[in-house]
């Protein structure tokens, strides 16, 4: 039977369903990790203290800088390669644009099990054509990249992930756009429509247990001019 969301009563206590999914490792944070190394010293790192949606790099000597983002939805991907490989080029180039950048290109790291498997064939051939469809509408050419099959165990492959890297280009290090809250007071935004869509969601996953459902609601063209317009 096909997965409805409208099955899956609103919890009662939302804030308790809130501290359980930022407690997932795949939503929790990651600092732990990244104050483990220096990521100042000698790097040009303009994220630090004011972090964005991409992490900016000084370009020195040129009033420059440059966005990087690596991006991927792995269940997304499972739900639709084809959708799920666009929404990750989709998410890169946000990730840009909503930190001041224009999106220039793309690498890729593109994990998958064993392709004698069909069903990971068919994985792999309609994620490379969603992310180079998504690449071409966003104008972000892929210049490498990299495919690796056969990450699987006894218990299969692993779910297929078509990691997006992507570059963009902040012509002044003052277009940068950061994270923090500005001014006390300050009117915050929702741009573009907002659709009640949990598929493919780490709650449904993680805290109703269902494993199946499909990718979320995704338009390329919708995307495109969303970002068109974040960049004005």
């Known amino acids: 039977m096909a997965f409805d969301a409208r099955s899956i009563d609103v919890p009662d206590d939302l804030k ?3 501290e359980q999914i930022i407690s997932i490792p795949n939503i ?3 600092k732990w990790i990244s104050v483990q190394y220096d990521s100042t010293v000698g790097a040009a790192n303009a994220s630090t203290n004011a972090p964005s949606d991409a992490a900016i790099v000084l370009a020195l000597g040129t009033g420059k800088a440059v966005a990087m983002t690596t991006d ?3 269940r997304y991907v499972f739900a639709d390669p084809y959708q799920g490989a666009m929404i990750a080029v989709a998410e890169a180039a ?3 644009v909503c930190s001041g950048g224009q999106p220039l290109g793309v690498t890729n790291c593109l994990n998958f099990g064993n392709p004698y498997d069909p069903e990971v064939y068919y ?3 309609h994620a490379i054509r969603g992310m180079g469809d998504a690449c071409r509408k966003f104008d972000t050419p892929v210049t490498g990249g990299n495919v690796s099959f056969y990450n699987q165990g006894p218990d299969g492959p692993v779910y297929p992930t078509p990691t997006i890297g992507m ?3 902040l012509d002044s290090i ?4 950061t994270l923090d809250f500005k001014e006390a007071g300050d009117i915050i935004f929702l741009l573009g429509e907002s659709s009640a869509d949990i598929n493919s969601s780490e709650y449904l996953h993680k805290i109703r247990g269902i494993e199946y ?5 995704f338009d390329i063209e919708e995307e495109f001019r969303l970002q068109q317009k974040l960049c004005e």
């Open 16 to 18: 308790t369903v809130a």
């Open 28 to 30: 929790a944070s990651k």
């Open 72 to 74: 991927c939805n792995s």
């Open 94 to 96: 946000r990730n840009i």
């Open 123 to 125: 994985q792999f051939v």
């Open 167 to 169: 570059v963009g280009l």
């Open 174 to 177: 003052d277009d940068r756009m």
């Open 213 to 217: 459902s499909p990718a979320p609601h």
